[in-house]
């Protein structure tokens, strides 16, 4: 099976859980919040991919494929910071995001364990951002803000698949989709263990 096919059948309807209901209300009820909290993981986002440059410039599609993804979350957190300007809403102080540092903590050690988790960990992550956008997209009046996270949902797919398909060039099927069933029951568990608030995580 190729990499391709294999991505198609992964998708963020594999989650362990869903997202509550209760977050939602929570980012419903404090948009201004979300807006904060998500323009910074844009930011983060684009600084994720940036690092993954860093670290293996001697894999020219792990390069190139980052340095794209990078601009692009760039460019959403520009977007975000455009909607909140004309919202009249300041970009607040940074928080730390309790639920990448959790997930950080399952990254193995190792040179290949390490590369096979970052990658399978970003693609999770990226699956959870799909779903919830998605979930946004569908709850929201604002036609504008409807069109935004519809688009972005998309985006996050696309990026979850871009994530599993690196890691097929590297890893056999086996190894991915071991792995990636453990990163699944692991985001479950953090996502859980999670106070609910109006924030992307």
Do not use: C
Not at 58 to 69: E, S, Y
Not at 195 to 200: D, F, K, Q, S, V
């Amino acid at each position: 099976m190729t990499a391709v096919a294999r991505s198609e059948q992964t998708y963020y309807g594999e989650l362990g859980i869903a997202s509550s209901d209760a977050w939602l209300s929570a980012v419903l009820n404090d948009f201004n919040a979300f807006l904060n909290d998500h323009a910074a993981n844009e930011r983060k986002a684009s600084a994720m991919a940036m690092s993954m440059v860093t670290h293996y410039p001697d894999k020219p599609d792990v390069l190139t494929a980052m340095i794209d993804l990078a601009l692009e979350e760039l460019n959403h957190f520009r977007q975000v910071v455009r909607l909140m300007q004309n919202l009249g809403i300041s970009p607040s102080a940074d928080e730390k995001d309790p639920y990448v540092n959790r997930l950080r903590k399952h990254l193995r050690e190792g040179s290949d364990l390490y590369f096979l988790d970052r990658l399978l960990s970003a693609a999770v992550i990226e699956a959870r951002g799909a779903e919830r956008f998605a979930r946004i997209a569908e709850a929201n009046v604002d036609p504008e803000i409807q069109v935004f996270y519809a688009t972005l949902a998309r985006s996050e797919r696309n990026h979850h698949h871009l994530f599993i398909d690196l890691a097929l060039k590297y890893f056999t099927k086996h190894e991915v989709d071991d792995r990636l069933t453990e990163w699944l029951r692991i985001e479950s568990e953090v996502v859980s263990s999670l106070e609910i608030r109006a924030r992307l995580h």
